[in-house]
């Protein structure tokens, strides 16, 4: 999954100044399940950016567990995976267990034709309540169009504390290197004996967290752009997998960040293509021909003394291909003549000239 990380990471913010978060979890979660419903070339492209699909399936549901804690300050893992659906499609008996088996999946009714708004607020306050109200509105105004009849999301929420909280009125204002030149910002401090490593031209430090979780910073000797670029799937789990225990002194600032992404020219820049086209096949999610319309992610990561909770969302939203025609507009603003009868003998029971209905 380390590949992938990579290679959305860059598509997603391709200017190495760019501060940027985000939830490979999340997305692979959501796209994952738009590959198991996907048919043919809609298939084949989702899971080049993937991997092997029985693997991820393996690594999500390994992941939305925690270690059980008796601690006070025991860790929160919360996952959802929704397939919202307006009622004038069928979701495939299939799917729906299959959703059900990862993460215990649901699928739900939404009015997306009748009701856009109505829809897009049932799907804000699932994510919002899953996130603990830190994503509020995922979907935007105006993201539910005339096509969308559908939506799959995931929802994602942690919260652990660190092992070794940093020092208790240790954090003070200190300069911190940026393109524009030197800022002060909070800077906590921790002299603890935790997982490093100095390999490759970098330093990595493994800050454990309740649960089973770990925040591990990786500082660049150099610019971050051109060690970054350097990185692969391999070598990066190669510096995660490196530390071990040391005593360090680490100064790590106070932060949050913040990411809201439409990721789906990311997505056809990766060669994920034919699923958004009239060529895309999601005939193992429903008999109706769907494509996908947007890949909307946001995510947020705040990180403190005690500390890291984070949230993310992602929505596959998706369009029906075979839409009606539009309509004919008829607008009876001026007089006209309404008639009431008996359909089979045509017998008329009333008939009226209207020429001033005030």
């Given at each position: 999954?380390?590949?992938?990380?990579?290679?959305?990471?860059?598509?997603?913010?391709?200017?190495?100044?760019?501060?940027?978060?985000?939830?490979?979890?999340?997305?692979?979660?959501?796209?994952?399940?738009?590959?198991?419903?996907?048919?043919?070339?809609?298939?084949?492209?989702?899971?080049?950016?993937?991997?092997?699909?029985?693997?991820?399936?393996?690594?999500?549901?390994?992941?939305?567990?925690?270690?059980?804690?008796?601690?006070?300050?025991?860790?929160?893992?919360?996952?959802?995976?929704?397939?919202?659906?307006?009622?004038?499609?069928?979701?495939?008996?299939?799917?729906?267990?299959?959703?059900?088996?990862?993460?215990?999946?649901?699928?739900?009714?939404?009015?997306?034709?009748?009701?856009?708004?109505?829809?897009?607020?049932?799907?804000?306050?699932?994510?919002?309540?899953?996130?603990?109200?830190?994503?509020?509105?995922?979907?935007?105004?105006g993201t539910i169009r005339r096509d969308t009849v559908s939506s799959l999301?995931?929802?994602?929420?942690?919260?652990?504390?660190?092992?070794?909280?940093?020092?208790?009125?240790?954090?003070?204002?200190?300069?911190?290197?940026?393109?524009?030149?030197?800022?002060?910002?909070?800077?906590?401090?921790?002299?603890?004996?935790?997982?490093?490593?100095?390999?490759?031209?970098?330093?990595?430090?493994?800050?454990?967290?309740?649960?089973?979780?770990?925040?591990?910073?990786?500082?660049?000797?150099?610019?971050?752009?051109?060690?970054?670029?350097?990185?692969?799937?391999?070598?990066?789990g190669t510096l995660l997998d490196a530390p071990d225990p040391t005593q360090?002194?680490?100064?790590?600032?106070?932060?949050?960040?913040?990411?809201?992404?439409?990721?789906?020219?990311?997505?056809?820049?990766?060669?994920?293509?034919?699923?958004?086209?009239?060529?895309?096949?999601?005939?193992?999610?429903?008999?109706?021909?769907?494509?996908?319309?947007?890949?909307?992610?946001?995510?947020?990561?705040?990180?403190?003394?005690?500390?890291?909770?984070?949230?993310?969302?992602?929505?596959?939203?998706?369009?029906?291909?075979?839409?009606?025609?539009?309509?004919?507009?008829?607008?009876?603003?001026?007089?006209?003549?309404?008639?009431?009868?008996?359909?089979?003998?045509?017998?008329?029971?009333?008939?009226?000239?209207?020429?001033?209905?005030?």
């Amino acid at each position: 999954m380390l590949d992938f990380t990579l290679s959305l990471h860059r598509a997603v913010a391709p200017d190495p100044g760019e501060q940027v978060c985000w939830s490979p979890f999340s997305v692979a979660s959501a796209l994952g399940l738009l590959a198991l419903g996907a048919r043919g070339p809609s298939q084949d492209e989702l899971t080049a950016v993937l991997g092997d699909l029985d693997a991820l399936t393996s690594a999500i549901a390994g992941a939305s567990r925690l270690a059980p804690s008796d601690d006070e300050d025991a860790p929160v893992l919360a996952v959802s995976n929704t397939l919202w659906a307006d009622d004038t499609i069928t979701i495939h008996r299939s799917f729906a267990e299959l959703l059900a088996g990862w993460s215990d999946g649901s699928v739900r009714s939404a009015p997306f034709r009748t009701e856009p708004e109505k829809a897009r607020d049932m799907i804000n306050e699932d994510v919002a309540e899953t996130t603990r109200q830190l994503i509020p509105e995922l979907l935007a105004p105006g993201t539910i169009r005339r096509d969308t009849v559908s939506s799959l999301v995931n929802a994602l929420y942690l919260k652990s504390a660190w092992r070794y909280p940093f020092e208790e009125g240790g954090t003070s204002e200190r300069p911190f290197t940026t393109a524009g030149g030197p800022v002060d910002v909070p800077m906590m401090m921790l002299n603890e004996r935790v997982g490093y490593a100095a390999r490759d031209g970098w330093q990595v430090v493994s800050l454990p967290g309740k649960g089973g979780v770990e925040a591990v910073v990786l500082l660049p000797d150099g610019e971050l752009a051109d060690a970054e670029a350097a990185l692969t799937g391999q070598s990066l789990g190669t510096l995660l997998d490196a530390p071990d225990p040391t005593q360090v002194q680490l100064s790590l600032p106070r932060m949050k960040v913040k990411t809201q992404a439409e990721l789906s020219d990311a997505l056809q820049a990766l060669g994920v293509r034919t699923v958004f086209t009239r060529e895309a096949d999601l005939g193992g999610i429903s008999p109706d021909w769907l494509a996908v319309q947007s890949v909307i992610h946001e995510s947020v990561l705040k990180v403190d003394e005690q500390g890291f909770e984070g949230a993310a969302a992602t929505a596959v939203m998706l369009r029906l291909m075979s839409l009606p025609p539009e309509p004919v507009v008829v607008t009876a603003d001026r007089p006209f003549l309404f008639v009431v009868r008996h359909k089979e003998t045509g017998v008329v029971y009333f008939v009226a000239r209207v020429t001033d209905p005030s």
